[in-house]
């Protein structure tokens, strides 16, 4: 009789290993993976091998940067007990299907994914012409495959990648097979609906920017950062009215306020009853509503990063285990399992 988690559909994610998260992985998300723990069967893993395809050349912060991405990923919400979060190179079947794959991929698909023309035009302080970089989303269906995963939660901007997924899962499908049956099924992309949220300065909210609110930023320093963050340009003077449809911290309401405070800073911005201010300390209010509680539950795993460490490495071993049971069937599939009938002519001798 299968378990309930069975009859569940499969969800896999991963986010790269670069550290502390901000407010935009949160709500572009994380939010999303833990209201998903209990609807569906969930692997999320801290991708360490695709934070290599474009950093390389440093390493030596690779560990810790894992790390503080489970503590936030635990801070968050997201539960051991319900849902399976694992390290890629700990699950190293990756790199055995990535291989496999690689075989079957056309250049051609992967010249024509748009983040890799897009990031090949805009980083310009790293060397990408690597093959790694270029074949980061051959490694990336080889993450989602491993799992059969139903569904990928993914932003606007990866649908690419999951499409990709789908042709190299046909192709393969299509040239091998178990007794006629396919390996691989089709994943779907489950499109996390964006929300708009902007850093300090107005633009998207990004470590490469410098305009983040990271999880872990302490209350005084989610004020000061609130109090420095670009408003309405209208609102020169006090006496100006504003458009919180045309400001950042509006954006910011929308996102964490009641609609109460929604409300009430819609209505006194656009007659300048309010001040900017007085609606940037309502808004850090709601930020930190949201943030205190997770800084408590991050404060059990800091004090003790090994039970953060065990979690990952008893995630990596249940990860594996799905993982092997895949692999056996690509090896079968591709004829290159480990079993051995010799022919008949030759036992006979
Ligand atoms: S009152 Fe609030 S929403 Fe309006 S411009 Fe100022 S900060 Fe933005």
């Not at 989602?144 to 997924?165: N, R, S």
């Not at 209208?234 to 309401?253: F, I």
């Amino acid at each position: 009789m299968p378990s309930g988690t069975q009859l569940r559909k499969r969800v896999l994610s991963g986010m790269r290993s670069t550290g502390k998260l901000h407010l935009g992985n949160y709500v572009g998300a994380l939010d999303n993976w833990v209201r998903m723990q209990d609807q569906y069967e969930c692997f999320f893993f801290i991708a360490d091998w695709h934070a290599l395809t474009t950093d390389y050349a440093d390493t030596s912060r690779i560990k810790e940067n894992s790390v503080e991405v489970l503590l936030d990923w635990l801070a968050a919400g997201l539960d051991p007990d319900r849902c399976t979060m694992f390290i890629q190179s700990h699950v190293p079947q990756h790199a055995e299907l990535h291989l496999l794959f690689s075989m079957i991929t056309p250049l051609g698909w992967l010249e024509r994914v748009p983040t890799y023309k897009e990031q090949r035009e805009n980083i310009k302080d790293k060397d990408l012409g690597t093959y790694g970089f270029l074949g980061y989303p051959v490694l990336q269906a080889a993450d989602i495959l491993m799992y059969k995963a139903d569904f990928v939660p993914v932003g606007e901007d990866q649908v690419a990648h999951v499409e990709l997924t789908r042709e190299i899962a046909r192709r393969f499908n299509q040239f091998y097979n178990v007794n006629g049956r396919t390996v691989f099924p089709e994943p779907q992309s489950l499109l996390t609906p964006a929300a708009k949220l902007p850093g300090t300065d107005g633009r998207k909210m990004s470590k490469s920017y410098g305009n983040t609110i990271m999880l872990t930023d302490p209350e005084p320093v989610v004020r000061q950062k609130l109090k420095t963050m670009v408003t309405d340009p209208a609102r020169v003077r006090r006496s100006d009215p504003g458009n919180p449809d045309l400001c950042p911290v509006g954006d910011l309401h929308k996102i964490f306020s009641s609609s109460e405070t929604i409300a009430k800073v819609g209505e006194g911005c656009r007659s300048a009853a309010i001040g900017c201010i007085e609606c940037k300390s309502w808004a850090a209010d709601a930020l930190v509503n949201i943030l205190n509680p997770m800084q408590e539950r991050r404060k059990k795993y800091e004090d003790n990063p090994r039970l953060a460490w065990d979690i990952l490495e008893a995630g990596s071993a249940k990860a594996g285990r799905v993982a092997d049971a895949t692999m056996s069937e690509v090896r079968e599939a591709m004829g290159m399992s480990p079993e051995y009938e010799p022919p008949e002519s030759s036992a006979a001798k």
